[in-house]
């Protein structure tokens, strides 16, 4: 099958359609107000409006409560959530509570980490795979950092997977061809400033995904 893209912290309009237009299977949405993507409701139901049926959108949460899921869904029109720093338990409460995919976000530096994808074995749809964030850093994700691609050789995953931490258009090829990754998820590494998206580093990186596979 070949590798598919999701296009994570998109804001505007005009970088939504760059991605849709470039054959994005994903788009993401974040909640997350200390994140420089964070997105009010208003805005994200004007984005989710304009994304057609076959492309997935991603609400992504830092352990969210409830509340805010509920509000997020709707106006974002998820049709998964993806849950950073999410103890498993929470994680198979939300997918059954809210009856849609649950990615969670499995944050990797060393082999020891890898293997804690297994917790959530029955409890979420998807791992994905993210470099993790410095201890003090605001951020568990989005930061551009990328984590030894090298911990995921041999590892049987427990779960459909994805790939993401510091890709770019410049090293997807190589990711891909190293992991085997199905899905790569791609935020900072497709913008010219912290929460501003490019519309041609968006197009790069996927024409990247689809023509080297
Ligand atoms: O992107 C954010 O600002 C963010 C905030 C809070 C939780 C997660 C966040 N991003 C998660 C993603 O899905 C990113 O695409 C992923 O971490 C890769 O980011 P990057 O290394 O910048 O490509």
């Given at each position: 099958?070949?590798?598919?893209a999701?296009?994570?912290?998109?804001?505007?309009?005009?970088?939504?359609?760059?991605?849709?237009?470039?054959?994005?299977?994903?788009?993401g949405?974040?909640?997350f107000?200390?994140?420089?993507?964070?997105?009010?409701?208003?805005?994200?139901?004007?984005?989710?409006g304009?994304?057609?049926d076959?492309?997935?959108?991603?609400?992504?949460?830092?352990?969210?409560?409830?509340?805010?899921?509920?509000?997020?869904?709707?106006?974002?029109?998820?049709?998964?959530?993806?849950?950073?720093?999410?103890?498993?338990?929470?994680?198979a409460?939300?997918?059954?509570?809210?009856?849609?995919?649950?990615?969670?976000?499995?944050?990797?530096?060393?082999?020891?980490?890898?293997?804690?994808?297994?917790?959530?074995?029955?409890?979420?749809?998807?791992?994905?795979?993210?470099?993790?964030?410095?201890?003090d850093?605001?951020?568990?994700?989005?930061?551009?950092?990328?984590?030894?691609?090298?911990?995921l050789?041999?590892?049987?995953?427990?779960?459909?997977?994805?790939?993401?931490?510091?890709?770019?258009?410049?090293?997807?090829?190589?990711?891909?061809?190293?992991t085997?990754?199905?899905?790569?998820?791609?935020?900072?590494?497709?913008?010219?400033?912290?929460?501003?998206?490019d519309?041609?580093?968006?197009?790069?990186?996927l024409?990247?995904?689809?023509?080297?596979?």
């Open positions: 099958m070949p590798t598919t999701k296009i994570c912290g998109l804001t505007s309009p005009a970088t939504l359609d760059a991605a849709l237009g470039g054959g994005a299977s994903h788009v949405f974040v909640f107000p200390a994140s420089p993507r964070h997105l009010t409701f208003d805005v994200a139901a004007g984005l989710a304009r994304v057609p076959h492309v997935q959108r991603v609400g992504v949460f830092v352990d969210p409560d409830d509340q805010l899921l509920e509000a997020a869904v709707r106006a974002g029109m998820l049709d998964a959530i993806q849950l950073h720093r999410t103890a498993p338990a929470r994680v409460a939300i997918r059954s509570k809210f009856d849609r995919e649950v990615w969670a976000a499995v944050a990797i530096k060393l082999r020891g980490d890898v293997e804690k994808a297994r917790d959530y074995a029955g409890a979420a749809s998807l791992i994905l795979y993210d470099a993790k964030t410095p201890d850093a605001s951020l568990p994700g989005g930061m551009g950092l990328r984590f030894d691609w090298s911990l050789d041999g590892v049987r995953h427990p779960l459909r997977w994805a790939l993401s931490g510091g890709l770019d258009g410049g090293n997807v090829a190589e990711a891909i061809r190293r085997g990754a199905p899905l790569v998820d791609v935020s900072s590494g497709v913008e010219s400033a912290p929460g501003v998206k519309m041609d580093k968006i197009a790069t990186f024409k990247a995904v689809a023509t080297n596979q």
